[in-house]
């Protein structure tokens, strides 16, 4: 699937982009199963996509690498 | 490619060329305690990023060596920043005497950041343009921390917190990852896989790091993350209306309280699901790097992305 960003020769970090960013993440939280309050409707392409990269994450079972304990800061 | 000897040329060039300038040895011990206690852990990954990218893109590590330096000097003011507005810390050097201490080290360390960007190497342009990222992506991290402080439950939303992970956290590391590549290469699409890369990585670390950290810090102080927010929209869960009772209370939770809305979350798997969507993320990074030549700067940002951060 396309980048949602624009091309970053120099780095775009508008509010706009931002927002493109998060669109794309609660769309995602929402193929995960959430429910959320959002209106605007995923695209069929976007959401197969995001089925296609759960299922991947799925094929991990269990991920490879434990999840760190120690905050990245 | 050694992590450990990458992120000891970066100490070297902070200790060498920026701080033996700054004559300030209590910030140099608290400088060489944050090395010693980030050299032997996955937070070295951490800090080389800029490095790992710049190899990956075929840059010459060795010019990366300022950005990464300077990159790693960022997180650290950014911490301290962060435990100085969420009243944490008290146990570190830097915080030993205080917000006193704590705040003129923080804005020391985001001086000799600048001083490091100033000793990257030709291209000027692109110089001019990583500065200019790393100054808006500051600003931007700025702003969302004073948003997470000044929000109520009723405003929180998955938007909203997704909105301030991004600002805060992901769109940091975008600009690292992006940055080092940055130094390698003009391509427009080797930027942009980088740039996915970090903005991908950053948002999986952050959401960990969340869930790390709900139960050690965050309830009591009133953020809400993730798990939370999962939580709260399993609203036929037979737990649901304890958890938002517990939420509901304006004092600050007790370590009882803290344990109940703990053990109310795991019953809903909200820190399973809030885990699931961070390796999702860790999937979509190991994708960006498609569009990169195979190597081992390529094959390190592979294990960084899925957490196998040896050292």
């Known amino acids: 699937m396309a980048s949602i960003l624009a091309v970053p020769t120099q780095i775009d970090l508008s509010s706009g982009v931002i927002r493109n960013i998060v669109i794309e993440m609660v769309d995602m939280a929402q193929a995960l199963g959430l429910s959320s309050n959002k209106q605007t409707a995923c695209s069929t392409e976007r959401y197969a996509y995001f089925l296609e990269l759960i299922e991947r994450y799925n094929n991990f079972d269990p991920f490879p690498f434990p999840f760190p304990d120690q905050r990245w800061t | ?311």
């Not at chain 2, 790091?209 to 927010?229: F, M, N, Q, R």
């Open chain 2, 1 to 311: 490619m050694i992590v450990s000897s990458l992120y000891e040329n970066i100490c070297r060039f902070i200790n060498n060329e920026i701080l033996s300038l700054c004559d300030w040895p209590e910030i140099e011990a608290i400088i060489a305690n944050r090395q010693q206690a980030r050299i032997n852990s996955a937070n070295a990954w951490v800090d080389i990023l800029p490095s790992l990218a710049c190899a990956a893109c075929g840059g010459d590590v060795e010019k990366s060596i300022p950005l990464a330096a300077a990159w790693s000097l960022y997180i650290f003011a950014g911490r301290i920043v962060d435990d100085i507005h969420d009243d944490e810390g008290k146990g570190h050097l830097w915080n030993a005497a205080g917000t006193r201490q704590a705040l003129p080290t923080a804005l020391f360390v985001i001086g000799i950041a600048h001083m490091a960007l100033a000793r990257l190497q030709p291209p000027a342009q692109a110089n001019g343009d990583i500065l200019d990222a790393y100054g808006r992506v500051l600003s931007v991290a700025a702003q969302a921390q004073r948003e997470q402080h000044s929000l109520s439950l009723d405003a929180l939303s998955v938007e909203v917190y997704f909105n301030n992970l991004v600002s805060r956290t992901a769109m940091a590391f975008a600009t690292a990852a992006w940055s080092g590549g940055k130094l390698a290469s003009a391509n427009p699409e080797t930027l942009t896989a980088m740039y996915n890369f970090g903005l991908a990585v950053g948002i999986a670390i952050q959401i960990e790091d969340d869930c790390e950290d709900l139960v050690k810090s965050d309830l009591i102080a009133g953020i809400y993350t993730l798990p939370i927010i999962y939580g709260l929209s399993q609203t036929q869960h037979s737990g649901h209306s304890e958890l938002v009772a517990h939420l509901s209370v304006p004092a600050k939770m007790s370590t009882s309280q803290v344990n109940t809305v703990a053990a109310i979350l795991t019953e809903m798997k909200a820190f399973h699901w809030s885990r699931q969507m961070a390796g999702i993320y860790r999937v979509k990074a190991v994708e960006a790097l498609a569009a990169l030549p195979s190597g081992s700067g390529t094959a390190c940002l592979r294990d960084f992305a899925l957490g196998n951060c040896q050292v």
